[in-house]
């Protein structure tokens, strides 16, 4: 099945510093979706973008919709112990099926 | 209280066994899912059920069975086990739009 390649890996940063994280794919999306999850826990969605160059904030997390619908991008702004998680885009293209990226591992380094 | 739950939160069981893994959401939303966690692979859909008695099949839904005979309730069953069925198991539902999307705790469930 289809994958969204999410990049990088995993990051290592100081507090306080800003996060840049990103999706891509080989497909046209109509929807992009971005979640955080925590250990033991189930994906929390932040943000949701509907249409292509959208750019959307939620607190100090923004994210956009690539223009050619294929990208998405996620920054965190000044992070703090509590962003520490794994961070997954997902894209639909119709019906309700979501495609998942495999995830970016966020560690704030004390 | 309102939300979404699973049951049980682990699991362990033998190869060939059946095992039905329970979904249970209090807002009456209309669409429910099943996604299985694996290292690597991200959230792969298995199921998912637009209404009660409505289900349609995902990105990998072998060796799994749903039903929905109430929109509260999206039990999973394994027919027969395997251990490539040892992963995390998430039910999610859905409301109008995409802002109201929640997840389970998950179902950490373990073949041997």
């Known amino acids: 099945g289809q994958q969204l390649n999410q990049s990088p890996q995993s990051m290592f940063i100081q507090e306080g510093e800003d996060v840049s994280m990103n999706c891509t794919s080989s497909?046209?999306?109509?929807?992009w979706l971005w979640y955080k999850q925590e250990p033991g826990e189930g994906p929390v969605l932040l943000i949701a973008l509907y249409k292509a160059g959208e750019l959307t904030s939620n607190g100090r997390l923004t994210a956009q919709f690539g223009i050619t619908r294929k990208d998405s991008f996620l920054n965190i702004s000044a992070s703090i112990p509590s962003d520490v998680g794994i961070y997954f885009c997902a894209g639909q293209l119709r019906d309700e099926k979501l495609t998942f990226g495999t995830g970016t591992r966020l560690t704030i380094i004390p | 209280d309102a939300g979404i739950t699973q049951s049980p939160r682990y699991k362990i069981t033998e190869t060939g066994r059946q095992v039905t893994l329970m979904c249970h959401q209090t807002?009456?939303?209309?669409?429910m899912f099943w996604y299985r966690q694996d290292l690597g692979h991200g959230l792969r859909l298995i199921y998912y059920?637009?209404?009660?008695?409505?289900?349609d099949k995902g990105e990998v839904p072998d060796g799994y069975v749903v039903s929905r005979s109430k929109t509260e309730n999206f039990p999973l069953t394994l027919e027969s086990a395997t251990r490539s069925q040892t992963s995390v198991y998430f039910c999610a539902s859905t409301g109008t739009s995409w802002n109201e999307q929640f997840f389970g705790p998950g179902t950490r469930l373990t073949v041997l």
């Open positions: 807002w009456s939303h209309s669409y």
């Open positions: 497909s046209i999306f109509n929807t």
């Open positions: 059920s637009a209404a009660a008695d409505i289900t």
